[in-house]
């Protein structure tokens, strides 16, 4: 059965740390790995993965798959207050067929 | 600016009731999902639609009915509605050449009692 599992589920830390969130996968068919935000309404878009070892950066977010281990990792330096949101791995496995973690809840504090 | 928009942010019914979620995109996209979304579950699909008219099953259709007359409108319907359907309900849609990235409207959480 296709799984995507995110680590932590939740995370509080100070404005300045700097975070890494975890996604480990297990699917038969592979396509790409998306990272989204969700504060309190809609998930947002952050980064698209389709190979392994090649940085996505925008800002303070960047993140990187690593197909061998199946897994990717989003880091957040600099945390701010504004940061504070549930973080979404998803994993396409072809066509509009998608696997959606669970959630890594970030709390940032002042 | 892009918008998906859906009908209600909440709403409560009863058990047995029959139930229209809509959801509404600007961006002339030819997909649209519906997803519901539980605590330690993450968003699960329901249906999704690739064209007018057109849907699909998704991972738990069970209890679920879609319609797609416009490309800009998705509905979901819950045609007897059960208390194990209380959930937050996501509505996306994506462009065909672009599908990986969907956006997402604002969520409708249903409760039933």
């Known amino acids: 059965e296709d799984k995507v599992v995110q680590s932590p589920l939740s995370l509080v830390v100070h404005e300045g740390d700097t975070v890494t969130l975890n996604c480990s996968y297990e699917v038969t068919n592979f396509r790409s790995l998306l990272w989204y935000k969700q504060e309190k309404k809609a998930p947002t878009f952050l980064f698209m993965l389709t190979s392994s070892g090649i940085e996505k950066k925008s800002g303070r977010l960047s993140s990187i798959l690593d197909k061998k281990e199946l897994f990717s990792i989003l880091n957040i330096t600099a945390t701010q207050t504004g940061d504070s949101a549930v973080y979404l791995c998803?994993?396409?496995?072809?066509?509009?067929?998608?696997?959606f973690g669970a959630g890594t809840r970030l709390f940032v504090k002042a | 600016d892009v918008k998906v928009t859906q009908s209600s942010r909440y709403l409560v019914k009863r058990t047995g009731e029959k139930v229209f979620l809509e959801c509404v995109q600007d961006m002339d996209h030819e997909n649209m999902f519906w997803y519901r979304q539980d605590p330690g579950l993450g968003l699960r699909l329901i249906y999704f639609?690739?064209?007018?008219?057109?849907?699909e099953k998704g991972d738990i259709p069970e209890g679920y009915s879609v319609s797609r007359e416009k490309k800009e409108r998705f509905s979901l319907i819950l045609e007897s509605a059960s208390t194990n359907q209380t959930s937050m309900y996501l509505c996306a849609s994506s462009s065909k050449f672009t599908y990986n990235e969907q956006f997402f409207g604002p969520g409708t959480r249903l409760t039933v009692l």
């Open positions: 998803v994993i396409n496995t072809g066509g509009f067929k998608t696997i």
């Open positions: 639609s690739y064209d007018v008219k057109m849907k």
